[in-house]
């Protein structure tokens, strides 16, 4: 399970409360045993069952170049009449050495710099350093690298074109027809008991701790890129849940696995850890993770290939949240808030769900409680929207949280997991402190605290879709 308590500052808050109590998760992250799974409240992505929530998940994709090149910045693209082929040249290097790479050519050619389709162009004679401080940096947090045209051109300095908005490796992480990316049309068809659970999500907003937090320390995933030339480890497996038994299934997707050197996983009981190679195009993904004695190990996850045309869905019982939903389809990163859009649905955490036997498609599984069979519990795997109607802009709510509701509102919400409170998650910042790199919520949050920044989202203006929808 995930903690939904992520940071030190919302757990002071809420121990303040009236009546509050935070039970938080052991190493197993629940047991999957019925007793135990009324009374906690960590944020429950539960590996505990095999038979209904054995995994938790993670995943990324492939470089997906688009035929014409696209700009960011001052940067220009090709302005060639025929088609033009891209040579490799460099790759960037971390950490960034005395000396950069260097792309080099004959003649005057243009030459871009990035990964997944967002690149940077100049235009050089014969070399060019591969590095941010020559192009800027148009793909954070991804390994990058140089290519140039196969035409050369007279002129050193061709005539800039208008930037576009950068294209981040999260925009396609699975297949173009994923339901990830997929938008709600405006007339879709609700839920016939939407308006009842509408009222059962406020009821859980204000019944715990009457908010809905952001997760950024712990209960979210980290997310490391290895490029090609990362050395492999093999990961083990150790029973953090006291099975008494091994998993030969799980342990051969790990017995190579690219870890970066500055690699370490999610605060927390649950601690995540990603990784994810583009050129492999693979996904590993692991769950209550650590290093003894210089191994690495975890007590459940998965490895997933060919990401960049999956529908973004763990095969059962593998992955880490409890639906079998990968985290990187759903979690919200530092450069999508920068850049002012999120151009995925997003998972969100709720408390009080349906039991494990019903569950809503895209989910494959779930660790929804009921037992005394309340009524209108949310399944798992249940997508909603906010409506489209609504002004954002006018409203008077956080950047951050116009930011999220427009996604809400263009690709929906879809419930992922069980928490102590509803939550969603944002890529870990040890994605970027443990590169040296500072955590960028602080600042992209101005400093309001996780649990504030969604304060004033019209909550009760959201719309349930049906059971199963868009399920092809």
């Given at each position: 399970?995930?903690?939904?308590l992520d940071d030190?500052?919302?757990?002071?808050?809420?121990?303040?409360?009236a009546g509050a109590?935070?039970?938080?998760?052991?190493c197993?992250g629940?047991?999957?045993?019925a007793?135990?799974?009324?009374?906690?409240t960590?944020q429950?992505?539960?590996?505990?069952d095999?038979?209904?929530?054995?995994?938790?998940?993670?995943?990324k994709?492939?470089?997906s170049?688009p035929?014409?090149p696209?700009?960011?910045?001052?940067?220009?693209?090709?302005?060639a009449?025929?088609?033009?082929?891209w040579?490799?040249c460099?790759a960037e290097?971390?950490p960034?050495p005395?000396?950069?790479?260097l792309?080099?050519?004959t003649?005057t050619?243009?030459?871009r710099y990035?990964a997944?389709?967002a690149?940077?162009?100049?235009?050089s004679?014969t070399?060019?350093a591969c590095?941010?401080?020559t192009?800027?940096?148009?793909?954070?947090?991804?390994?990058?690298?140089?290519e140039?045209?196969?035409?050369?051109?007279?002129?050193?300095?061709?005539a800039?074109?208008?930037?576009t908005?950068?294209?981040l490796?999260?925009d396609?992480v699975?297949s173009?027809?994923s339901?990830?990316?997929?938008p709600?049309?405006?007339?879709?068809?609700?839920?016939?008991?939407?308006a009842?659970?509408?009222?059962?999500f406020?009821?859980q907003?204000?019944?715990?701790?009457?908010?809905?937090?952001?997760?950024?320390?712990?209960?979210?995933?980290p997310?490391?890129?290895?490029?090609s030339t990362t050395?492999t480890v093999?990961v083990?497996?150790w029973?953090?849940?006291?099975k008494?038994?091994?998993?030969?299934?799980?342990?051969?997707?790990?017995t190579?696995v690219?870890i970066?050197?500055?690699?370490v996983?999610?605060?927390?009981?649950?601690?995540?850890m990603?990784?994810?190679?583009?050129?492999?195009?693979?996904?590993w993904?692991?769950?209550?993770?650590?290093?003894?004695n210089?191994?690495w190990q975890?007590?459940?996850?998965?490895q997933?290939?060919?990401?960049?045309?999956?529908?973004?869905i763990?095969t059962?019982?593998?992955?880490?949240?409890?639906?079998?939903?990968?985290f990187i389809g759903?979690?919200?990163?530092?450069?999508?808030?920068?850049?002012?859009?999120?151009?995925?649905a997003?998972?969100?955490?709720?408390?009080d769900l349906?039991?494990h036997?019903?569950?809503?498609w895209?989910?494959?599984?779930?660790?929804?409680?009921?037992?005394?069979?309340a009524?209108?519990?949310?399944?798992?795997?249940?997508?909603f929207?906010?409506?489209?109607?609504?002004?954002?802009?006018?409203?008077n709510?956080?950047?951050?949280?116009?930011t999220?509701?427009?996604a809400?509102?263009?690709?929906g919400f879809?419930?992922?997991?069980?928490a102590g409170a509803?939550?969603i998650?944002v890529q870990?910042?040890k994605s970027?402190t443990?590169?040296?790199k500072?955590?960028?919520?602080?600042?992209?949050f101005?400093?309001?605290?996780?649990?504030a920044v969604?304060?004033g989202f019209?909550w009760?203006?959201?719309?349930?879709?049906?059971m199963?929808?868009?399920k092809?």
């Open positions: 399970m995930f903690n939904v030190r500052t919302f757990v002071r808050k809420l121990s303040s409360l109590t935070l039970l938080l998760a052991s197993g629940g047991s999957g045993d007793t135990n799974s009324s009374t906690e960590s429950s992505s539960d590996a505990a095999t038979s209904l929530t054995a995994g938790r998940s993670y995943v994709r492939s470089s170049i035929s014409t696209t700009t960011t910045g001052t940067s220009t693209t090709p302005t009449s025929t088609p033009v082929t040579t490799r460099a290097v971390w960034t005395a000396t950069p790479p792309c080099s050519f003649g050619r243009q030459v990035g997944n389709g690149f940077n162009y100049k235009t004679t070399s060019i590095d941010n401080a192009f800027g940096d148009p793909a954070p947090n991804m390994p990058k690298y140089c140039y045209s196969s035409e050369t051109t007279t002129s050193s300095s061709p800039p074109t208008s930037p908005v950068a294209g490796y999260t396609a699975f173009p027809t339901f990830w990316y997929t709600i049309p405006a007339n879709a068809p609700l839920h016939a008991n939407s009842n659970y509408v009222s059962e406020l009821r907003k204000n019944a715990y701790y009457k908010t809905v937090n952001i997760n950024t320390t712990s209960y979210s995933s997310v490391y890129i290895a490029d050395p093999q083990g497996f029973d953090c849940q006291n008494g038994y091994n998993e030969p299934g799980l342990t051969a997707q790990w190579a690219p970066p050197a500055h690699a996983p999610a605060d927390g009981t649950d601690s995540e990603t990784i994810y190679q583009p050129s492999t195009n693979t996904i993904e692991f769950w209550v993770t650590r290093k003894v210089g191994q975890a007590c459940w996850g998965g997933m290939k060919n990401t960049s045309t999956s529908a973004g763990w059962n019982p593998y992955g880490t949240t409890a639906t079998g939903l990968p759903g979690q919200v990163t530092a450069e999508e808030l920068n850049r002012g859009e999120i151009r995925h997003i998972g969100i955490s709720l408390v349906e039991g036997w019903a569950f809503s895209p989910a494959n599984r779930s660790d929804g409680y009921n037992p005394q069979g009524a209108n519990r949310i399944p798992e795997g249940t997508r929207r906010l409506n489209p109607n609504i002004n954002v802009d006018a409203l709510i956080h950047p951050v949280a116009k999220i509701a427009k809400a509102q263009k690709y879809v419930v992922w997991d069980k509803i939550s998650r870990n910042s970027y443990a590169l040296g500072a955590d960028p919520y602080p600042a992209l101005n400093g309001t605290a996780s649990y969604l304060d019209p009760d203006q959201l719309q349930f879709l049906p199963n929808y868009g092809p």
